[in-house]
């Protein structure tokens, strides 16, 4: 089997990518600190998958880290999710994500040169668009200034690549700028499992069903939107993980390419509908309040989805609606697996 190295492999969009690579025949390493991520993902995926995975808990923001996996498991490609990727943490505390999200980036691509490796797949993001003039936004929407230090570190990532792929005609790297992944493995195994407070919207909605949070705040309600709260694209986890395999087959028909890709559900809806939409799945009414606009967000994005259907061969499958009783069902595993 063709090895895939996944930095990040443990978090909530590399773990399920990892499945996906599994269906597809691939042998997914696992690299990831843990410092964003838990070990109890590991549980589930093994669950899931049931076999070992081969996992390394290393920073990859070290060479040598990075130098010790490639030699062990001479990876074909990578998919690189490790980052730290939450907008108001990063306004807080802009130089950890600069050292972090760089770094990696940095270092991954001189020892993937140094062992000639020339496929990889990036995890970017909608936050390179910043607040978009027209919508939805394509590929070639002209980046505006990055409301967050975590969407800067995603624009300088892909200009990192952009220009490794110029100094280096034979690499190729397909960056996939997604956009807000919601839900959980259908298995209820594995789903987002954020330390401490939630920075996302979905495990705050779940967490204060559950009785974990006392009360939702929806940051703003005075945007100029239909019912004045932010929107945004919401996509399913699953849907986005098949993105980034269907991503990497491409890759390896390619010959010196730096391409980047919507993946989106290729709809907006606001927070406001999200909050009604689980109440609707669940059943429940749901604790919110309607509090101050938060830094660095944006008031609306959502995609054009067409280049990544045409080239890549993907598209959504799972909506809303599924995304939301899925997480839902994560999260009752969650309390379920607390009381025992």
Not at 38 to 60: M, P, S, T
Request: hydrophobic share 35%.
């Amino acid at each position: 089997m063709k090895k895939i190295l996944v930095t990040g492999g443990a978090g909530f969009i590399g773990s399920h990518t990892v499945i996906e690579l599994l269906k597809s025949g691939f042998e997914p390493v696992i690299m990831d600190d843990f410092s964003n991520s838990d070990v109890r993902a590991l549980e589930g995926l093994q669950k899931i998958c049931e076999r070992n995975l081969i996992v390394y808990q290393l920073d990859c923001t070290v060479e040598e880290n990075l130098r010790k996996v490639f030699s062990e498991q001479l990876p074909i490609g990578v998919i690189h999710f490790a980052a730290y990727k939450a907008v108001g943490e990063s306004v807080e505390n802009p130089l950890k994500y600069y050292h972090n999200n760089l770094a990696s980036m940095v270092q991954l691509l001189k020892v993937m040169g140094t062992f000639g490796v020339n496929q990889l797949v990036f995890s970017s993001s909608c936050t390179v668009y910043g607040q978009p003039d027209v919508l939805p936004v394509i590929e070639d929407t002209p980046e505006r200034f990055a409301e967050s230090p975590y969407g800067y570190t995603k624009q300088v990532c892909e200009r990192i690549m952009r220009d490794y792929c110029s100094a280096n005609p034979n690499f190729n790297c397909a960056l996939l700028r997604y956009f807000n992944p919601i839900g959980a493995h259908h298995s209820g195994e594995i789903g987002e499992l954020p330390y401490g407070v939630p920075n996302n919207l979905v495990p705050y909605i779940t967490q204060t069903a559950a009785g974990i949070r006392s009360e939702l705040t929806i940051f703003g309600s005075d945007y100029n939107t239909p019912d004045g709260t932010c929107v945004r694209d919401f996509i399913h986890v699953t849907d986005l993980a098949k993105a980034h395999v269907k991503a990497l087959g491409w890759l390896e028909n390619q010959n010196g390419i730096c391409e980047a890709f919507n993946i989106g559900q290729g709809v907006g809806n606001s927070v406001l509908e999200v909050v009604k939409s689980f109440e609707k799945v669940s059943g429940l009414s749901l604790n919110y309040k309607i509090g101050d606009r938060r830094p660095g967000d944006i008031e609306k994005i959502y995609a054009d989805t067409s280049k990544a259907n045409r080239v890549l061969k993907w598209k959504t499958e799972l909506s809303l609606e599924q995304a939301l009783t899925d997480a839902w069902r994560w999260q009752n595993k969650l309390d379920d697996s607390a009381k025992k």
